[in-house]
């Protein structure tokens, strides 16, 4: 695949290292600031509709990773709609911009799948919270619990795949029915599920779950050590979203991921 990266910090360089390893090729990288990035804006990618092959009205490229400012994601979004380019979108902070932006791709028949976190390691984690859930919510002496450890830069909290985690595992284990993210000056209820944080040094990030019974306990945990897992991921979703088109979610991805159609 030709490749346009929209966002090129550090999780596009790992995105492109990526995509070079999986014989891919980045043929523009858009970002108003980064050193490296070949246009500011997607209307100045060089070679735009030049490319044998393709239309005038076409970009040359088979598919848009984008991990940029929440800002720009309507705009991107018609763009790509308008150049029939399908999109990967890793970009954050535009929920209230979701049904704006399902619109201008179903009315453009393209292809889009966004997501919050690509890792293939934390979707394998929430996949693994799910299962859990289902299986301890039958031993009523097993209490649930989660504590989530990033580095002392983060400026959220709790993260937002430790949410993710405990929304998922409130679906399925029906004894707890909301989250508590402050810390607790009081005995915890037992219908709640405490999510605790730690933030300090150069923690990457880990995510425990943990079962506890007065007997033993159990611990499902994913440790991040590098962008890789995420850039992998955003590189495995544009290759499946090759050829379809829709709004998809990660969600989508690697619900399809799990079901076995297809391999890495």
Request: charged share 25%.
């Amino acid at each position: 695949m030709d490749v346009i990266l929209i966002g090129y910090g550090r999780m596009g360089r790992e995105i492109e290292r990526v995509l070079v390893d999986r014989g891919h090729r980045c043929v523009a990288r858009v970002d108003p600031r980064a050193d490296g990035a070949d246009a500011r804006s997607l209307d100045e990618i060089p070679g735009a509709g030049a490319n044998a092959g393709r239309t005038a009205a076409r970009t040359p490229a088979d598919c848009a990773i984008e991990f940029a400012h929440s800002e720009g994601v309507v705009d991107n979004a018609r763009w790509y709609g308008a150049h029939g380019i399908p999109a990967v979108v890793g970009t954050t902070g535009w929920e209230a911009e979701r049904e704006s932006v399902r619109r201008i791709v179903e009315e453009a028949g393209s292809g889009y799948l966004w997501g919050a976190n690509f890792s293939v390691g934390a979707n394998l984690f929430f996949a693994l919270v799910e299962a859990a859930g289902v299986l301890l919510h039958r031993f009523e002496d097993y209490d649930a619990m989660m504590l989530e450890t990033h580095h002392r830069h983060k400026k959220d909290s709790p993260s937002g795949t430790a949410l993710e985690a405990a929304r998922r595992l409130l679906e399925v284990y029906r004894r707890k029915s909301d989250i508590v993210t402050d810390a607790l000056q009081r005995p915890i209820e037992p219908h709640e599920l405490h999510v605790a944080s730690v933030r300090g040094g150069s923690v990457p990030g880990i995510h425990e779950l943990t079962f506890d019974s007065p007997f033993d306990s159990i611990t499902i945990r994913h440790s991040a050590r590098t962008r890789a897992g995420f850039a992998l991921g955003s590189v495995l979703a544009a290759e499946w979203l090759a050829g379809r088109s829709g709004f998809f979610s990660v969600d989508d991805f690697f619900a399809d991921r799990l079901k076995g159609q297809g391999e890495v």
